[in-house]
T-cell receptor
Framework: EDQVTQSPEALRLQEGESSSLNCSYT??????LFWYRQDPGKGPEFLFT???AGEEKEKERLKATLTKKESFLHITAPKPEDSATYLC??????????FGTGTRLQVFP | EAQVTQNPRYLITVTGKKLTVTCSQN?????MSWYRQDPGLGLRQIYY???????DKGDVPEGYKVSRKEKRNFPLILESPSPNQTSLYFC?????????????FGPGTRLTVT
């Protein structure tokens, strides 16, 4: 059964304190792994798609990496405006999109 | 501006009173989907549509109906809402023919059923 587990559930960082969020997955025939950012009361906002192990993508202070079993979202020198819930999702050969429950990130000045 | 819109954004209703949540996208996407989001459970798919007149059940379809008569619109219908349908609902769309579900989400509809 396709499954996505995100850790930690919540993360508190001081501004400038770099860290990583983890997304572990089990899927038959990975077609894509997606990262989204969700602000409170709003819809998820698409960040990245990763297609195969070894791939990396960057956007401002965020960098997403992918292995055969997990993906990491690295946050370098975070700012308070990076505070949000980060969601990971996978699409396998069934085409179905499976979401994790997210990591709630809080960055304090 | 490319976007997915939903209406209403907030809705409080009573058990059994039929309601419809509208969803519209302006990106000419073939694939549209409805999700509900509940604390600790993440996003769960209710129904999806791969194109006009083509709809199928997701993981939690009970108590919901959808229709896809036009490419841009995908309304969610609750014929007889119950309190366990109190949730945050999201509509999403993506291009079907790329085969990759880079979905774009609407702003959400917070539904309370009393």
């Amino acid at each position: 059964e396709d499954q996505v587990t995100q850790s930690p559930e919540a993360l508190r960082l001081q501004e400038g304190e770099s860290s990583s969020l983890n997304c572990s997955y089990t899927v038959s025939g990975l077609r894509g792994l997606f990262w989204y950012r969700q602000d409170p009361g709003k819809g998820p906002e698409f960040l990245f798609t990763l297609y195969s192990a070894g791939e990396e993508k960057e956007k401002e202070r965020l960098k997403a990496t992918l292995t055969k079993k997990e993906s990491f979202l690295h946050i370098t020198a975070p700012k308070p405006e990076d505070s949000a819930t980060y969601l990971c999702a996978v699409q396998g050969e069934t085409d179905k999109l499976i979401f994790g429950t997210g990591t709630r990130l809080q960055v304090f000045p | 501006e490319a976007q997915v819109t939903q209406n209403p954004r907030y809705l409080i209703t009573v058990t059994g009173k039929k309601l419809t949540v509208t969803c519209s996208q302006n990106m000419n996407h073939e694939y549209m989907s409805w999700y509900r989001q509940d604390p600790g459970l993440g996003l769960r798919q209710i129904y999806y549509s791969m194109n006009v007149e083509v709809t199928d059940k997701g993981d939690v379809p009970e108590g919901y109906k959808v229709s896809r008569k036009e490419k841009r619109n995908f309304p969610l219908i609750l014929e007889s809402p119950s309190p366990n349908q109190t949730s945050l609902y999201f509509c999403a769309s993506s291009s079907y023919f790329t085969g990759i579900r880079e979905q774009y989400f609407g702003p959400g509809t917070r539904l309370t059923v009393t």
